[in-house]
C-alpha cells in the first residue's frame, strides 16, 4: 500500500517561501509520477506541477517561475520550492503519486499567504 505525508506549510507573508515535502512509502515501481496540486475551498482541486521518474518538470503557468518542483528517487521524496509567493497562492496542497495506472494523494497540507 502506498502513503504519501506532505509537510512543510504553514503561514507567510507575500513574497516570502515555503519549501514542501512529500514522503512517500511502500511499494514504488520505477517510471512513476509525483506531483503537487491545491484546491481552495469551493473550487477544483488544480495540477501546481509534476514530475516525472527522470526528473522532467511541468509548471502550471501561475507558477511559473516562482515554484520548483524536484525529487530524490532515493529518499522517495518531492520537493516544491515556492518563491515570491502570493495572497492567490493559499490553498491545501496535496502531493500526488500516478503509478501503474492509479493515482494516490497525501493528506494536504494548508499554505497560507497573508499579512
Known sequence: QVQLVESGGGLVQPGG???LSCVASGRLFSGN???WHRQVPGKQR????SITAGSSPFYAD???GRFTISRDNA???VYLQMDSLKPEDTAVYYC???MSANLYWGQGTQVTVSL
Open 17 to 19: 517561501s515555503l519549501r
Open 33 to 35: 509520477t509525483m506531483g
Open 46 to 49: 488544480e495540477l501546481v506541477a
Open 62 to 64: 501561475s507558477v511559473k
Open 75 to 77: 529518499k522517495k521524496t
Open 96 to 98: 500526488s503519486l500516478y
